[in-house]
C-alpha cells in the first residue's frame, strides 16, 4: 500500500512534489521544484554550491522517509544533489543541496523542477561487532572492480 504523505506549503508559490509519469510503469521518484530563483556560480568558486528552497515541508509516517535525487536531465548539464536524506521525524522545509559542476553559471528559476524526491521504506537495523565476516566472491574490492 503506498504511504501518504502530509504535504505543507511555507510559501504560496510552492509545488508540491509530482511524479511526471504515474501509474505502473511510472517513475520511481516526484519532482521538487525550487520556489525562488538562485544562480549557482561556476564549479569550485564560492556559491556554487546552494541549497536551494522549495517551499514546502513534509509530514513523512514513521514508516518511511524519502532521499533527494539528482534528475539526470540536470546532471548532464553539471548540476549533481548532495545531502539528500530526510528523516520521518523531520518537519522543515524541503532545501534541495546542489552543486554546479560546470565552468559557467547556472540558473535557477521559480518553478524549476530541481531535483526528484524518492521515498524508501524506514528499515531500522541492529549493528552487530564481530572478530570476521563471512567471504564473499566480491570480497573487498571496491570502485572498479569490476573493470568499469
Avoid: C
Avoid at 504515474?22 to 525550487?34: E, I, K, N, Q, T
Avoid at 539528482?70 to 552543486?99: F, M, N, Q, W
Avoid at 528559476?109 to 566480491?138: K, N, Y
Amino acid at each position: 500500500m503506498s504511504p501518504t504523505i502530509k504535504v505543507k506549503k511555507l510559501h504560496p508559490d510552492a509545488k508540491l512534489p509530482r511524479y511526471s509519469h504515474a501509474g505502473p510503469w511510472g517513475d520511481l521518484a516526484a519532482d521538487l521544484s525550487a520556489v525562488a530563483a538562485a544562480t549557482l556560480a561556476p564549479a569550485g568558486a564560492p556559491g556554487s554550491t546552494q541549497a536551494i528552497s522549495t517551499g514546502i515541508a513534509l509530514e513523512l509516517p514513521a514508516t518511511h522517509g524519502a532521499l533527494v535525487e539528482d534528475r539526470s536531465g540536470l546532471a548532464l548539464r553539471g548540476l549533481t544533489t548532495l545531502a539528500g536524506v530526510i528523516d520521518p521525524g523531520y518537519r522543515g522545509e524541503i532545501k534541495i543541496v546542489v552543486t554546479n559542476l560546470n565552468p559557467t553559471p547556472f540558473a535557477i528559476a521559480p518553478g524549476d523542477r530541481v531535483a526528484q524526491l524518492r521515498v524508501v521504506q524506514r528499515i531500522e537495523a541492529t549493528f552487530e561487532e564481530v572478530a570476521e565476516l563471512v567471504e564473499a566472491p566480491r570480497g573487498a574490492a571496491g570502485f572498479g572492480s569490476t573493470g568499469a
